[in-house]
Nanobody
Framework: QGPLVESGGGSVQAGGSLRIACAGS????????ISWFRQDPGQVREFVAGISFGGKRTYYADSVKGRFTISRVDAKKTVYLQMNDLKPEDTATYYCAACSGGHCSVIPDVNVWGKGTLVIISS
C-alpha cells in the first residue's frame, strides 16, 4: 500500500469552515475504508470520520455529527473532510488513515497513516 498525503489544514475562526483532503495511491485508496483521526499535543488520538470503499457507508464521532461530512472522489483518489461550524476544541493535527479490514474507526485497525495536517481554530 502506498502513502497517504493530507492537505488543506490551516487556521480558521470559530464558526467557520474548512475542507481538508487525503490523497492516496491506488493500492492504498482502493478497497480500503479511509478515515480521519485527530490529535492534540498530550492528548490521545481520536477517531473523527470514516468512509467505506465506494462511499456507501459513512460514520462519524459523536462530537462531529451534523458538522463534518466525509466524502471520496475516486477520480482524484482523494477523501475529503468538510468541516463546518468549527469549534476551538476541533483544533488538532488531523491524520488520514486507511484500513483494509472493512471499517476504520479504531487505531488497531489502521494499516497506513498519513503525516497529518494541522487545523487551528481561533476565537
Amino acid at each position: 500500500q502506498g502513502p497517504l498525503v493530507e492537505s488543506g489544514g490551516g487556521s480558521v475562526q470559530a464558526g467557520g469552515s474548512l475542507r481538508i483532503a487525503c490523497a492516496g495511491s491506488g493500492d492504498t485508496y482502493y478497497r480500503h475504508d479511509i478515515s480521519w483521526f485527530r490529535q492534540d499535543p498530550g492528548q490521545v488520538r481520536e477517531f473523527v470520520a470514516g468512509i467505506s470503499f465506494g462511499g456507501k457507508r459513512t460514520y462519524y464521532a459523536d462530537s462531529v455529527k451534523g458538522r463534518f461530512t466525509i466524502s471520496r472522489v475516486d477520480a482524484k483518489k482523494t477523501v475529503y473532510l468538510q468541516m463546518n461550524d468549527l469549534k476551538p476544541e476541533d483544533t488538532a493535527t488531523y491524520y488520514c488513515a486507511a484500513c483494509s479490514g472493512g471499517h476504520c474507526s479504531v487505531i488497531p485497525d489502521v494499516n497506513v497513516w498519513g503525516k497529518g495536517t494541522l487545523v487551528i481554530i481561533s476565537s
